[in-house]
């Protein structure tokens, strides 16, 4: 199993472009996630998705849209992107909720810069 | 917020059993407390869970005190390959997103395993 895979893995942006960070998962799981992670930092989320057509915000959702519109496939859109979304994105999934007796894996990440 | 609270960074040698506490002072009744790893230009690995007294498995072990305000990851032997960051998740109650759970981790611990 290939488990959660994220591409692409490295990308430039100049300010005011948009992308979409994809992220697919072989697992089955219900539960994705998204978090960015600045440099010596801890994991923040950005949102989250309990099921196909059901995603919610984290803590930092702003400049940042998801859907889910089936179970494998939860892609981040950055909108106008800016030199604050610079950071490393982690998508992760789980089989239910990550804090209930579940864990959560985690994909490679994507390198995004924003110039 | 961070809904946890770990020492910033940990230095030990090798062969030696280390020892990491996590504060969590506002973790629900039904929480179960989660530990990871990650490596530089990695995503997160699940390492050990567990919900009270103490967990064991075949890396670490996980202890968890009555009151479940705190838990210690323990890493017995430690290896120059155990050089890296450590987080503690529980879920986050101090962020309201009107329906479902909010999964922070802190800033973790950096462990740095010497010759």
């Known amino acids: 199993n290939a488990g959660v895979t994220q591409t692409p893995k490295f990308r430039i942006l100049k300010i005011g472009q948009s992308m979409t960070l994809q992220c697919a998962q072989d697992?089955?799981?219900?539960?994705m996630y998204w978090y960015r992670q600045d440099p010596g930092m801890g994991l923040k989320l950005i949102y989250y998705?309990?099921?196909?057509?059901?995603?919610d915000k984290g803590e930092v959702p702003n400049g940042y849209n998801v859907s889910r519109s089936t179970t494998e496939d939860f892609p981040l859109r950055l909108e106008l992107a800016a030199p604050s979304q610079t950071s490393v994105y982690f998508c992760?999934?789980?089989?239910?909720?990550?804090?209930?007796?579940?864990?959560?894996?985690f994909g490679s990440g994507t390198q995004l810069s924003v110039l | 917020l961070a809904k946890t609270t770990q020492p910033i960074s940990m230095d030990s040698y090798e062969g030696q059993e280390v020892n990491i506490t996590c504060s969590h002072n506002?973790?629900?009744?039904?929480?179960?407390i989660t530990w990871y790893q990650q490596f530089p230009s990695q995503g997160p690995r699940f390492i050990i869970q567990?919900?009270?007294t103490k967990v064991t498995n075949e890396v670490a072990s996980l202890f968890i005190p009555a009151d479940r305000k705190s838990s210690t990851l323990s890493l017995p032997r430690v290896s120059l390959s155990d050089t890296a960051v450590y987080y503690c998740?529980?879920?986050?109650?101090?962020?309201?997103?009107?329906?479902?759970?909010?999964?922070?981790f802190g800033s973790g611990t950096q462990l740095t395993v010497l010759p």
């Open positions: 992760a999934s789980s089989l239910g909720w990550a804090d209930r007796n579940e864990k959560l894996f």
């Open positions: 697992m089955n799981h219900n539960y």
């Open positions: 998705s309990v099921g196909a057509g059901i995603t």
């Open positions: 506002n973790i629900a009744t039904n929480d179960y």
């Open positions: 567990g919900y009270k």
């Open positions: 998740l529980v879920g986050d109650l101090t962020i309201s997103s009107g329906s479902a759970r909010q999964l922070t």
